[in-house]
């Protein structure tokens, strides 16, 4: 009994990242999302979503176990066009770019804006 409640004290930090923070630069511009896993099986968020191929940027991933606070506004049940799985986005950065963002959150990703 003692081993099944330590075992069960332990698995939490055993568990995988459920967000990962993603930076991008080119040049001068330096943008910070933050993509939080809803529905997405792990493998495929890990190698997949969380791993974007961008053009002429460089980009930095990080796995965390949630997003961290700061955001200018979140996109939530954010989905990828053809894709059935979720995600909600966190952006950070100027506050003035949430009117463009939750444009784009609404309209490609059909999910809805929240700023905190």
């Given at each position: 009994m003692r081993r099944l409640l330590i075992t069960l004290v332990l698995l939490p930090s055993l568990a995988l990242a459920d967000a990962c923070l993603i930076r991008s630069r080119q040049g001068s511009v330096d943008v910070q999302i933050c993509q939080s896993n809803i529905d997405i099986p792990a493998k495929l968020f890990r190698e997949g979503f969380c791993q974007p191929?961008?053009?002429?940027?460089?980009?930095?991933?990080?796995?965390?176990?949630?997003?961290?606070?700061?955001?200018?506004?979140?996109?939530?049940?954010?989905?990828?066009?053809?894709?059935?799985?979720?995600?909600?986005?966190?952006?950070?950065?100027?506050?003035?770019?949430?009117?463009?963002?939750?444009?784009?959150?609404?309209?490609?990703?059909?999910g809805s804006w929240r700023v905190p």
């Amino acid at each position: 009994m003692r081993r099944l409640l330590i075992t069960l004290v332990l698995l939490p930090s055993l568990a995988l990242a459920d967000a990962c923070l993603i930076r991008s630069r080119q040049g001068s511009v330096d943008v910070q999302i933050c993509q939080s896993n809803i529905d997405i099986p792990a493998k495929l968020f890990r190698e997949g979503f969380c791993q974007p191929q961008l053009k002429d940027q460089q980009t930095e991933v990080r796995f965390v176990e949630r997003c961290p606070v700061g955001e200018i506004g979140i996109c939530q049940g954010a989905r990828s066009p053809g894709v059935p799985y979720r995600q909600d986005i966190h952006y950070y950065g100027e506050p003035g770019d949430g009117r463009f963002l939750a444009v784009a959150c609404r309209q490609q990703n059909q999910g809805s804006w929240r700023v905190p």
